[in-house]
């Protein structure tokens, strides 16, 4: 989800229509049929952080559906072929999160985590989405301090005030409308369907499955919604809510309910350890130390020598629980963080950067995907809200984003995902879940109909499936591998226990 590769600023609610897109979608994919998709020539990888056996090539896609014969540009996909080709039963497409998020080296880093039967069965395939890593590069010119992590969410000031953040967001929008040119208006979450579709082409295949996960779950239903009749085993994990009238606003809003739901894990570890490193003797004493640690560094920041940012602040202090919500093996590290912070320690970390691709790709696709409220009195007002209702997270979810300053509509109308179509997807999802709350995977099990059953894990952390020990569900990982393998989806929604060896 989530405006950095994993997880974004702006991240993570569907009724039949008459097609299986709003009628500027189909139009615009009409003439898809007409152009000639050449096929992949594979060779070697830049590079050495990949299997050996990974192989590389080039697509070349429209810049601009609607005039496929106009400017093109270039996708960067991988593959890993099946290893034991006997059994090979097709492609499984590996789509990344984000947006902005490479997926290039997929097929080796996820292919890693793939139980044998199905690396046998399939050809793993990734690609970097347009725009971003070995595909063509988009590019806002941003400055420094817009590509750094620490200012990618819109935290408000300490008192609740938000004009920095309307400085920060206009400034961003004029940039990207200044330099992005064409390939930043084209970033869509339609537009990556599409490419998808053409990669299938290419590929030779009739029908794909995919594993996907994040945002990649948004963009696998927008392209279950689009070419259903292309889709053979979808698996969808960790899911974002589809709401057509919201999509990543949504998901932004969503991080309030996320850290709310995930946290009480958190809280429960931090008060179980031993005396001397315990935060509080209770979950409920542990919430009240995060939040008048917050409140104190709102009103006095630590110094940190040595680091980018030379102080921490209550909202660099909130940024660090809510990443490390992401996953359980983060909460070792999360605690003794929180207890130096309250001894007056401040460790001298760099914050993350963004490189400009990513971030054009990451802002370009939030903001071309729907429009977003204009009124800066508006989001003042939900921030104001936010900070009273979910305090762990200071109104920073309903903020302003640079999307409020947008210069361009939407090219084309959100895909609204519906029942009709195959019954042929298997939605994977935690309970408990920071980027891409239970309460929006429901909603989009609820819009897929029976198309689609859901596995529910009892478990916090971002990602459900194939999650490394001790955290693995293997009630979660049985249906996923049932499903991929030999095509045996339950037959109803199923729910599972936590994951067996998990503290």
């Not at 991240?11 to 189909?26: D, E, G, M, Y």
Request: proline letters at 8%; hydrophobic letters at 35%.
């Amino acid at each position: 989800m989530p405006l950095m590769t994993g997880k974004t600023a702006a991240l993570a609610l569907a009724i039949a229509a008459t097609a299986s897109v709003l009628a500027t979608v189909s139009s615009a994919d009409a003439s898809e049929g007409k152009a000639v998709t050449p096929s992949l020539a594979w060779g070697t990888c830049d590079g050495e952080d990949h299997d050996a056996r990974q192989e590389c090539a080039t697509l070349s896609v429209p810049l601009d559906y609607r005039d496929p014969d106009g400017k093109r540009i270039t996708l960067a996909v991988s593959h890993i072929r099946s290893e034991r080709p006997g059994a090979r039963r097709g492609t499984l497409l590996l789509i990344p999160g984000g947006p902005g998020g490479s997926g290039l080296n997929r097929p080796t880093t996820y292919g890693k985590r793939l139980p044998q039967s199905v690396r046998d069965a399939y050809d793993l395939v990734g690609f970097d989405p347009r725009g971003l890593g070995g595909s063509t590069h988009a590019d806002c010119g941003l400055a420094d301090e817009d590509l750094s992590l620490a200012t990618s969410r819109p935290w408000p000031a300490a008192d609740g005030g938000i004009t920095g953040n309307v400085t920060t967001a206009r400034r961003i929008a004029d940039a990207c409308a200044r330099n992005g040119g064409d390939l930043v208006r084209s970033l869509s979450t339609v537009n990556e369907a599409r490419d998808i579709d053409r990669i299938r082409q290419a590929l030779g295949e009739r029908k794909l499955s995919a594993w996907n996960t994040s945002y990649g779950t948004y963009v696998g239903s927008v392209y279950a919604q689009l070419y259903p009749e292309r889709t053979d085993r979808w698996v969808l994990d960790s899911n974002d809510d589809p709401d057509p009238t919201r999509v990543e606003r949504g998901w932004l809003a969503n991080l309030a309910v996320g850290v709310e739901d995930s946290f009480p894990a958190f809280a429960e570890f931090a008060s179980s350890l031993p005396e001397a490193e315990r935060l509080a003797d209770t979950p409920a004493g542990v919430r009240r130390v995060v939040l008048d640690l917050a409140a104190r560094l709102d009103a006095e920041p630590l110094p940190r020598d040595g680091a980018a940012q030379p102080v921490l602040d209550g909202n660099m202090f909130r940024q660090s629980v809510l990443t490390a919500l992401y996953s359980q093996k983060n909460f070792k590290d999360l605690a003794p963080f929180i207890k130096g912070v309250r001894d007056g320690h401040a460790p001298a970390e760099t914050p993350g950067r963004m490189t400009q691709d990513a971030a054009a790709v990451s802002y370009a696709t939030l903001c071309n995907d729907v429009e977003w409220p204009r009124s800066v009195s508006a989001y003042a007002r939900d921030v104001a809200a936010g900070r009273a209702s979910h305090p762990l997270t200071a109104g920073m979810p309903g903020n302003i984003t640079p999307c409020a300053f947008w210069p361009d509509k939407p090219q084309d109308k959100p895909v609204r995902v519906t029942d009709r179509g195959p019954s042929n997807v298997l939605l994977v999802q935690n309970r408990h879940d920071v980027a891409t709350p239970y309460s929006g995977a429901l909603n989009l099990r609820r819009a897929f109909g029976d198309r689609a059953r859901m596995v529910s894990v009892d478990s916090t952390g971002h990602g459900a499936a194939y999650v490394p020990a001790p955290y693995t569900s293997s009630c979660a990982d049985r249906a996923v591998t049932d499903y991929l393998v030999r095509g045996e989806r339950p037959a109803g929604d199923v729910s599972c226990p936590a994951p067996e060896e998990a503290p």
